[in-house]
């Protein structure tokens, strides 16, 4: 028998990786169980780009600007890190790619930290890592190599209570100040309707199912939205209490200009907010260059563009928000603005 491929014994590790993953995040214990599954799918979803890098006979090799591989400290050969892989496989703007992207950077946030409430403030995103990687998984290798049937659905009981939303509120108090912040930079940064993307971030309503159950049943199905009929398509709509509006793309379409921006933020936080805040903001955050550079486009895109044509930068909503979230820290408002709170509200 010729032995396996090379890339088939990456495509089991990677397996294995995942499968361990969940066993971690779904055992009783508390502590370090985010950190164990975040760690451990980076891994699966790293062994298996370089699975379907190597069987398409793609280069998973770091190299120099002649084409020699570079080799590590200890003299391995170096390989692409996850986040060029991601860039090579997906585009900039798609949910898998920026879901996996969360958990790369997560994963530095809390190592060595105590997780059980950042797991519950992560975790639809979570289950979209694992749902995403099978996906893909049967996607580039076929059902027969899917996780489908070694995974089962976790008993729980927290997030299903009367008082779920209290629980969580106070989960979201306790999470370390610098992950908070992660995560809501994170999806501040991205457009609302990858944010709102079920390949980015999962959500699911539980709904107990009444009547009688024939032999057929299952006792957990998963119901796909566009499958619905319009009734209950409204019924979820209402469900969720979000208004979806479609609009054609336009260039700088929900762009704001800086005195625009002053008027958003001077309602929603407590204190003095002004224009000459509003250029130290962007200064101090270094969302977009000094003026008269030559390189005016060089700006953090997710918060400032430039628009050529008129020759000024505007600003996004997700600036807005950031500044907002900032800004209402008594302490952060003094190290931006230089003045303290005391001195008065608008």
Known sequence: MAPRPRWWHQLQASKNEAILAVDLYNRSARERQLEAFVVHMCLSWLKLLQAHFTRDYEDIFVRDKNGRRQRTWDGDW????????LAETFTEADPVRMNVEFFVG?????????????????????QALLVNYEKMLVATFGENDGLGDMLRFPLFVSTITDDAVQVLKAARRRVPRVVLDYVQDFDAALEPDLVADQRY???IFLVPQTGPKSSADVATSFVRLEDLDPAQSELMEKMQVVIREKQVPVADLDALLPKRVVEQVSAQIPWKFTMNDHATAWRHWSVRPRTN?????????EFCRYNGAFRQYVY???????????????????EVTGRDVSDGPV
């Not at 997560?106 to 979570?126: M, P, Q, T």
């Not at 550079?293 to 895109?301: G, L, M, S």
């Open 293 to 301: 550079t030559d390189n005016p486009e060089r700006t953090k895109a």
């Open 106 to 126: 997560l994963r530095n946030k809390i190592e060595h930290r105590y997780d059980h409430d950042v797991a519950a403030l992560v975790a639809g995103k979570s």
């Open 316 to 334: 996004t909503t997700a600036w807005v928000r950031f500044l907002v979230r900032k800004l209402s820290d008594p302490d952060i408002y003094r």
């Open 201 to 203: 971030e999962f959500r």
């Open 78 to 85: 170096q390989t692409k890190s996850l986040r060029i892989l």
